[in-house]
């Protein structure tokens, strides 16, 4: 069973700075993607940053120049850098994983609380 641990969420003030970290444990055969998604207090969880495995990388625009996505080569690690923060980023983050180990795995992590004070 794939699980996912986060970590480096937090407490910033505006213009600030925040890495955050995704381990999934396991043996992955394949990683299709690594993703990262956030959900703030009466939204719906959207997508933030997502890298194939591959490498090729996609950003929601809302980060885009701010936020940098990447993954340890032949680790089921996943960062999340979030540069120039903004009280709008406020909100938990998530971490999910497609790939395949024994059988295909979509797995979320529990989620980290990233709150940007203005």
């Known amino acids: 069973q794939v699980q996912l641990v986060e970590s480096g969420g937090g407490l910033v003030q505006a213009g600030g700075s925040l890495r955050l970290s995704c381990a999934a444990s396991?043996?992955?055969?394949?990683?299709?993607?690594m993703a990262w998604y956030r959900q703030a207090p009466g939204k719906q969880r959207e997508l933030v940053a997502i890298?194939?495995?591959?490498?090729?990388?996609t950003y929601a625009n809302s980060v885009k120049g701010r936020f940098t996505i990447s993954r340890d080569s032949g680790a089921s690690t996943a960062y999340l850098q979030m540069d120039s923060l903004k009280p709008e980023d406020t909100a938990v983050y998530y971490c999910?994983?497609?790939?395949?180990?024994?059988?295909?795995?979509?797995?979320w992590g529990q989620g980290t609380q990233v709150t940007v004070s203005s």
């Open positions: 999910n994983v497609r790939g395949t180990t024994l059988r295909y795995v979509d797995a």
């Open positions: 396991g043996t992955f055969l394949s990683i299709n993607a």
């Open positions: 890298i194939t495995g591959s490498g090729s990388t």
